[in-house]
């Protein structure tokens, strides 16, 4: 028995985007007839387990104008629809769609906002009159942040700078010249 591929789709309203996921496939089959009839099979896996998906589209299809990539992932079917006109959804058939379909919503666009999505980004935008030299974009002088930054750095450092503490070696070291300074004050006042 033939298992069912997951299968991806998106529309545009000139076009549907068909992509079977199925790695590594082998012996790969596929027919598109012009009344949306969609047929494919294949094998993958070291055990060759057949895959089979047969569908009817939901509208006619320009078969000659339709075009297949098979790649090492994935097919990708691209099918060109005889009239320009949004689906209401893939399959003829109504109600809920078998569990390997999937709405593939990295190449899906509203029917809204298709006009948006086949403009370039930029492309009503008049640069003719822009200065790039005026955007200051480096080269000019300014303040030298790294010899801000390192003015203090003589990496001369010692454990007690790094870790804002103290030794024990270190107290009585303070305590013994704190003694001796303080004894030494009061004679040089004599």
């Given at each position: 028995m033939s298992r069912h591929p997951p299968v991806?789709?998106?529309?545009?309203?000139?076009?549907?985007y068909i992509t079977i996921e199925l790695p590594d496939a082998q012996d790969v089959k596929l027919k598109l007839e012009p009344e949306g009839k969609f047929y494919f099979s294949a094998?993958?896996?070291?055990?060759?387990?057949?895959y089979e998906i047969d569908i009817d589209l939901f509208d006619k299809v320009d078969v000659d104008n339709s075009k297949v990539s098979?790649?090492?992932r994935n097919i990708f079917y691209l099918v060109v629809k005889a009239e320009e006109k949004w689906w209401?959804?893939?399959l003829k058939?109504?109600?809920?769609?078998?569990v390997f379909l999937k709405v593939d919503w990295d190449k899906w666009v509203d029917e809204d906002e298709e006009d948006d999505q086949d403009s370039k980004p930029g492309a009503d935008m008049d640069f003719s009159n822009f200065d790039l030299s005026k955007l200051s974009m480096g080269g000019g002088e300014g303040p030298d942040i790294d010899a801000e930054n390192n003015a203090d750095d003589d990496e001369s450092d010692t454990k007690d700078e790094i870790t804002?503490?103290?030794s024990i070696d270190n107290e009585a070291d303070t305590k013994e010249k704190v003694d001796s300074s303080s004894s030494a004050a009061p004679e040089a006042k004599a």
């Open positions: 991806k789709w998106a529309q545009r309203s000139d076009e549907v094998t993958a896996g070291a055990e060759k387990v057949p098979v790649g090492s209401d959804r893939l058939q109504g109600g809920k769609p078998p804002g503490q103290t």
